[in-house]
């Protein structure tokens, strides 16, 4: 019995009968023969999948089930070597969506890996190329963009000259989700990449990374797969690099991801393009359909990281000092401390370097910035009238707020309403003017500055006045500080205001936004709400505690709002700051520099809806 194929996501009832139906299946079944746990790790530590079944039927205890669920690296070997054709790994993972669905709070752990799948799938990372007529495109994956940028545009470029209307697509298979057993997550995700591309006419995805081939080949639905080893097997001339007789006679062995290991044709194709470099193959024990997990699969580093060390260390060992070709840049990162491993790609393009372990790792922060380099350089040089970012979630099929979540959120606005009550009934409001505030923070001396910006950040969250925060920011510190501590802190505020609104309201509004037209504007607002945040920040006339929770409630990216306040709250905090600043010379009859400045901005910020006003007249008057 396999792993469900369909993209459709259960309800918890079905996902719980599938598990039952499983587990019935394997205790029924298994003839407790010992060949899958001879084998695993896994096993090794916790029993046959017999004893497991009977454990997990007879033993209602959460904890063992998550345990078992999250220590199984899913690598298919036990389904490989059963003599009864049963398939644990679908086991573990139907195991592993029932504990997501009976105790979501353990997907905590996976924190990491859950981001860098957000990060995959977001706005800023993705980018699909569509060049007219593209019915193929190459999908490269996440970990070799991060990795080899250089390699996944030369590999593009190369494949383009045989397919002038090949596309490129940059994003996430959602692997992580699918592994974790986060199953509708997963099914919101790559359904809609999936849908995204067929609706662009897509008919074939060309694959780098083994776990997106496994993904597409599984659920792409009427998506064909083929992985770009098989499409270099048949051009050898597509990736041109150093000839054969340049190639030292080296002997290489290969580690194929467990993933492929029934990849036939992929695993195949890897060892017909190294042979076409002249290089000997020497098999390990265990291969090909056979092979081992490099310890990284099933995200169990995160949940049993010793069982995870014990199947890297054990592949380490079967490799015998010889140096380890694979073709899954995630294998190649987690083997690459215990072994001389490299990438299939390495060694076609630069095969001293790649074999004599002289290619640097790099740096987990490094291959962000790679995955964004390559896809600036994919807007710039693919002519692609289809091309676009990933949206964003429909609104509508993100999963509600739990019971205890909406208890926290309201807990939280009863607290933020109370306080703001009681702050106003206190009649703390009337000491809220710069001469009294002035001796309060004064006397803090060299925590002064420290002082006042905490006051001025906590201001907007509770709807405190922040005129008279500015006017004493001059008064306290000059012109130069007091411009540096208040926009400081008036940032920080309409932050942390803004974050309030999101947490709290956002969900709620999203749910409310099915319309198409509802929707197209929060999209468009994601896109462009900075011009918004822009004009209503330098005109210092809009209510400025109300307008930052208002903003959280839209789509805007939050770091688009915060960094598009800062520079244009700016102008206004100059202005008001050099006003207050030069009030004491004022009072004496004196005329300085920075009140005319003040003066001036002043003046300028109030005429900017007018001039605004006339220059949009003009432009639509235009012909």
Known sequence: MGCPQSLTWSDPTQTRQDLDHLLDHVTSGCSECGACVRNCAFLQHYGNPAQLARQLQQDEEPALAATLAFSCSLCGLCDTLCPERLSLSALFLQLRRVVVIDQPQILRRFRGLRSYENLGTSKRFTWHALPDGCQTVFFPGCALAGNRPATVWQLYQQLRRQQPTLGLVLDCCTKPSHDLGDQQRFHQRFGQLRDLLLAG????????????????????????????????????????????????????????????????????????????????????????????????????????????????????????????????????????????????????????????????????????KNRLSLKRRARQQIQAPHAQERPMSDPAARPAATGRQKLVRLAVLALLIGTIVALRASGLLDQFDPQQLRHSIAGYGLWAPLIFMLLYSLAPVFFLPGLPLTLLGGILFGPIWGV????????????????????????????????????????????????????????????????????????????????????????????????????????????????????????????????????????????
């Open 484 to 623: 540096v501590y208040t926009l400081s802190g008036a940032t920080a505020g309409a932050s942390l205001a803004f974050l309030v609104a999101r947490y709290l309201g956002r969900d709620w509004i999203a749910t409310k936004l099915t319309g198409e037209r509802w929707q197209k504007l929060d999209a468009d607002v994601a896109r462009q709400g900075w011009k918004m945040v822009a004009f209503t920040r330098l005109i210092p006339l809009f209510p400025f505690n109300l307008l930052n929770y208002a903003f959280g409630l839209t789509n805007i990216r939050f770091s688009h709002y915060v960094l598009t306040s800062a520079i244009c709250m700016a102008p206004a905090t100059v202005a008001y700051i050099a006003l207050s600043s030069s009030l004491t010379d004022l009072l004496r009859g004196t005329l300085t520099t920075e009140l005319l400045v003040g003066l001036v901005l002043l003046v300028l910020l109030a005429l900017l809806p007018l001039g605004w006003k006339k220059w949009q007249a003009r432009r639509q008057s235009r012909p």
């Open 201 to 368: 006419g897509v008919t074939t995805v060309l694959t780098a990374c083994p776990n997106c081939y496994e993904v597409f080949r599984r659920y792409g639905n009427r998506l064909q797969c083929h992985s770009v080893y098989e499409e270099l097997a048949r051009q050898p001339a597509l990736l041109p690099g150093p000839p054969a007789t340049a190639t030292p006679a080296r002997t290489v062995t290969i580690h194929d991801p467990c993933v492929n290991r029934q990849a036939l044709p992929v695993q195949q194709a890897v060892r017909q393009l190294l042979q076409q470099r002249g290089l000997k193959i020497e098999e390990m024990r265990n291969s090909g359909r056979t092979t081992l997990c490099c310890g990284e699969g099933g995200c169990v580093m995160a949940s049993a990281p010793q069982l995870a060390l014990k199947w890297r260390d054990r592949r380490a060992e079967q490799a015998q000092g010889r140096p380890l070709v694979t073709y899954c840049a995630g294998c190649m990162e987690f083997l690459r401390p215990v072994s001389n491993c490299c990438h299939v790609l390495d060694v076609l393009l630069q095969p001293a370097a790649a074999l004599d372990g002289n290619l640097k790792p790099v740096p987990s922060l490094l291959r962000y």
